[in-house]
């Protein structure tokens, strides 16, 4: 179910409420992905197995509270906007435009490869939503570009263990989250429990591979 329009009361100094609606709308979605990002890396987390076990169980705990700093900052730039932030579960399920992270336990390897498609999916989404911003409001466009520089920093992380030595990653024509995770580890992968939205591809309606 799509987000309905915004239309605050009153917005920040500059902007009419109409430009301050049009943003609310657009940090909607940013903030529904962010926290579900977050709640992905924490999945990731009690979920990974493997001789990589460690590494990447350590490396996504510093993600995860980055992450949900930025869903913080999100909400309350919304909140000044004249907007209402919806952090629930069952506002993010509704209004979200894609589906449940789809590996469950498995290869903490392998578990980079889908993670990589999540978080170039929330990138490609987030520079699409910075550039949208920059037409109506500087200081929007500098908050996500903020949590583009981290965001950015943290896929490289996860792509430093995906790449070989010609610099090629091994989930490179991966389609979908479970496609990229046997490419990039061992496939003794248990699917992610299903709910109504699980079994979500890399490419997803309006917004890429994530629609977050």
């Keep these: 179910m799509p987000p309905q329009s915004s239309n ?6 500059g902007l009419s409420t109409k430009e301050g609606g049009r943003l609310i709308d657009l940090l909607k979605m940013r903030l529904h992905a962010l926290n579900d990002l977050a709640l992905t890396l924490k999945h990731i987390h009690w979920n990974v197995t493997g001789p990589h076990f460690i590494a990447v169980h350590e490396m996504l705990d510093p993600q995860t509270l980055a992450v949900r700093d930025m869903a913080d900052a999100t909400a309350e730039r919304i909140s000044a906007l004249g907007g209402v932030p919806h952090g629930t579960a069952g506002v993010l399920v509704a209004e ?4 449940d992270y789809s590996v ?9 490869g889908a993670l990589d498609l999540v978080y170039t999916g929330i990138i490609e989404d987030h520079r699409k939503a910075a550039a949208k ?3 109506v409001d ?6 996500l570009i903020e949590h583009l520089r981290s965001l950015e920093q943290f896929q490289w ?6 790449e070989n030595s010609a610099g090629a990653l091994s989930t490179a024509d991966a389609a979908s989250e479970t496609q990229a995770a046997e490419k990039a580890g061992p496939s003794r ?3 992610a429990k299903k709910t109504a939205n ?9 917004t890429g591979k994530r629609a977050r």
């Design 8 to 13: 605050p009361r009153y917005t920040v100094p």
């Design 133 to 135: 911003a920059a037409a």
């Design 198 to 206: 699980s079994g979500r591809t890399a490419k997803k309606a309006a």
């Design 104 to 112: 469950g336990r498995a290869d903490a390897i392998a578990h980079l």
């Design 138 to 143: 500087p200081v929007t466009e500098d908050l």
């Design 157 to 162: 992380f996860v792509r430093a263990h995906l």
């Design 96 to 99: 979200r435009a894609w589906k």
């Design 189 to 191: 992968a248990i699917p």
